[in-house]
């Protein structure tokens, strides 16, 4: 059998299948090479600086120009095991027995005096670490070693310690097992939903074998990529998750394609050849869509967003190259032992190439009869989904939606009750000319004046001035009794940002002022920069995914019913997250405490995820379609066609995409929880309502129309059918799409 217009993509597999080993050898020593690569760098943390945003960042910087940026604090918390009363006297003795451990240690600039709680519930010793407080997390540990043995001889008191550093620490620890865990699950579970596609072990391994080598390469050069764009936290997990759900669904795409070709008379080299031309062009293309879609996050100007981008569009390119050189090795070199071992109940419903699949057909017909009513009935569907994204809250992720198996979340609970002043602060830096400090004192004492005076914060401890060595830089640091997610959290920095600080600091001639935090004030100022950049990092993945569709396919109105499709499943997806994260029935069964609001970057993240993930079914589905199309056939048995010799690798592959992003749930991370059931549901619609109804009811109803302006559309839907060719039997001639 011979490809015509032979380009890269069929003479990079060409080339594979020819010289098996040469490829493997290749993409072996890429990712070995990845790893030891990542290995050396190690992956850059970002740290708080690197979060730092809007008036909050400002605040940050102006402090820290003045050497005045907060100290790394750790306290040591002693309370009773019951709750209640604190026995002082066991309460000292244990203390004196911990800081005398403590002191005995390097990088600490301070030991405080023990502190007894208002209500006598709990003793704190504050514990001031030296170096830089945003790298405390890696210099913890040894503290946290030496109150364990000071804990050892005084068992009748609980004694624990908790701060920035330990938090961060505790939950470094939390994301590493996760990673592992979902890595170690997200392997077993793949193999079987292959195995159930396949019917034969051997060529179930293959699309593991290559989504495992392509999210370890991916997690090898994100190592090297974070020293440019700092890892925010969860990049490796979504690394490993994705890149085994994408690089499992192209290789599955790329070798049910050789295994139908394999079916119909080709021999092994031609097959793979066609499945490069066919299933190798759509991957690429769907690939490309990831990448794109991806990439419109960089105009979301954060560092957070910076970091997912960049971690997907590695794991994704990699993806592409390994289902465009390593497979065709792969599958060249098994040749029909991919076939074996057989599982024969699966095999008898999955080894047969060729023969028409009577269920989708059966599922397809209301589509293709009347497909006024099927498109209007999905779309009303997916818009009754989408119906609770109107009450969409979004939330920044603070301390307060940390989970509670972290041991120093639990303290943190233990010391804010104790200690209320400890539950936020707002920390608010001015600068002023060299000639000003007289003013600026008076200033700051001002705002420390009606700080005192206002309900809305703590008075007791009451607010903490610090002033730079020159007197130009100051900080006032101002604490609130409520919940950092509180109504009244928020009114009371407003009251700082909009009455307070301008009405006192900004009387004071070229003074510079910004009111910050690290939960409340990042939080608001967090939304404020998601929902400024929302509309633009949007617009610009529609518009690239409309582009690429459009030069891929030829055809502007396809590239619109695209877009159109996947804004409906994105909209339903934002529903079901408000549904299901927002209110508390879901609590229990994805064990979770709900803030009543969704994490402020899942929108921006979710929408170009799934624009990118959806081009994995859209593009082989409408590529097959076309391809019935431009054999012969009339459109709706094009349609048909297509969609049915698509829907089992279609559903296989959202299976594994499903199962996979399931894991996410699992994780003890809010963040993750979200970002995988969002995504699990929204590939699940996507597979089924929008494939199997929705897409098929509107290109019945568009017609031929739907290729404009390729030759395609000005075909006659009266012709003569006829049997693609590159579907038809051993010998003949095929062109590529």
Not at 27 to 40: H, P, Q, R
Not at 156 to 161: G, H, N
Not at 668 to 691: F, P
Request: some cysteine; aromatic content about 6%; overall charge positive.
């Amino acid at each position: 059998m011979i490809v015509e217009g032979r380009n890269v993509i069929t003479r990079a597999a060409r080339w594979s299948a020819v010289h098996p080993w040469w490829a493997i050898a290749i993409w072996v020593a890429f990712v070995v090479g990845a790893l030891v690569v990542g290995g050396l760098t190690g992956t850059r943390q970002a740290t708080a600086s690197d979060l730092s945003i809007g008036q909050s960042g400002r605040a940050a910087a102006i402090a820290r120009s003045g050497g005045l940026q907060e100290r790394a604090v750790e306290n040591l918390l002693i309370t009773s095991w019951n709750g209640g009363p604190l026995d002082t006297d066991r309460a000292q003795s244990a203390a004196e027995a911990a800081t005398r451990g403590l002191r005995t240690l390097g990088g600490i600039a301070a030991i405080g005096q023990p502190q007894p709680a208002p209500d006598g519930s709990a003793l704190r010793v504050p514990v001031t670490l030296d170096g830089d407080p945003e790298t405390a997390a890696g210099r913890v540990q040894p503290l946290l070693d030496r109150v364990a043995e000071a804990r050892q001889g005084h068992s009748d008191v609980r004694m624990e310690l908790v701060g920035a550093g330990s938090i961060k620490a505790g939950l470094n620890d939390m994301l590493g097992r996760d990673l592992r865990k979902a890595t170690v699950l997200s392997l077993p579970i793949t193999l079987l939903v292959m195995v159930l596609v396949f019917g034969a072990v051997v060529a179930a391994s293959v699309p593991v074998v290559i989504g495992l080598s392509s999210v370890l390469a991916g997690l090898g050069l994100w190592g090297v990529a974070s020293q440019v764009v700092p890892d925010p936290g969860p990049v490796g997990q979504f690394i490993v998750l994705t890149g085994m759900a994408i690089g499992v669904d192209y290789s599955l795409f790329y070798l049910k394609r050789q295994r139908e070709e394999r079916a119909l008379g080709a021999d092994t080299i031609d097959a793979i050849e066609i499945a490069a031309a066919t299933s190798g062009h759509s991957v690429l293309v769907s690939g490309v869509v990831v990448m794109v879609s991806m990439g419109a996050l960089y105009l979301a100007g954060h560092i957070a967003f910076e970091g997912m981008a960049t971690g997907a569009v590695i794991v994704v390119a990699i993806a592409i190259i390994s289902s465009l050189t390593v497979l065709p090795a792969l599958l060249s070199r098994f040749g029909r032992f991919l076939d074996v071992p057989r599982l024969p109940m699966v095999w008898r419903f999955t080894g047969r190439g060729g023969v028409k699949p009577r269920l989708w057909s059966t599922m397809l017909k209301p589509s293709l009869r009347h497909p006024v009513i099927a498109l209007v009935a999905s779309v009303g569907v997916l818009l009754l989904l989408a119906l609770p994204a109107l009450g969409l809250k979004l939330k920044a992720t603070g301390i307060d939606d940390l989970p509670r198996s972290i041991p120093a979340m639990q303290a943190y609970e233990r010391l804010t009750h104790s200690f209320p002043s400890q539950s936020d602060t707002h920390t608010v830096a001015v600068t002023a000319p060299a000639g000003r400090s007289a003013e600026l004192g008076a200033a700051v004492a001002e705002l420390v004046q009606q700080a005192m005076a206002d309900d809305l914060f703590v008075h007791d401890p009451g607010p903490v001035v610090r002033t730079s060595a020159d007197g130009t830089v100051a900080t006032v640091a101002i604490g609130t009794r409520f919940a950092s997610g509180s109504a009244q959290a928020r009114a009371s920095l407003d009251r700082l940002r909009t009455d307070l600080a301008p009405h006192t600091l900004g009387a004071v001639e070229g003074a510079r002022f910004a009111v910050g935090g690290s939960d409340v004030a990042y939080d608001v100022d967090y939304r404020a920069n998601v929902m400024d950049k929302l509309p633009w990092v949007l617009g610009a993945a529609l518009a690239l995914t409309f582009l690429v569709m459009a030069l891929a396919f030829r055809s502007v109105v396809l590239a619109a019913i695209t877009v159109a499709l996947n804004l409906l499943s994105a909209a339903a997806s934002f529903g079901l997250l408000a549904l299901v994260f927002q209110p508390t029935w879901a609590q229990g069964l994805l064990h979770f405490e709900s803030t009543g609001r969704v994490v402020a970057w899942m929108p921006l993240m979710l929408f170009v995820i799934l624009l990118g993930l959806s081009m994995d079914y859209h593009v082989f589905v409408v590529s097959r379609i076309r391809e019935a199309a431009r054999g012969g056939l009339s459109l709706r048995e094009a349609v048909e066609q297509g969609i049915t010799r698509t829907a089992g690798v279609v559903t296989s592959a959202a299976a594994v995409m499903v199962c996979v992003f399931a894991l996410l749930a699992s994780l003890h991370y809010i963040e993750m929880k979200q970002l995988g059931v969002g995504m699990a549901c929204a590939v699940l619609l996507d597979a089924t309502l929008i494939r199997i109804v929705a897409l098929p009811a509107v290109i019945t109803l568009v017609g031929w129309r739907t290729w404009w302006p390729s030759r395609l559309a000005r075909q006659s839907s009266g012709r003569t059918a006829r049997m693609p060719a590159i579907v038809a039997a051993a010998g003949a001639r095929t062109t590529l799409p």
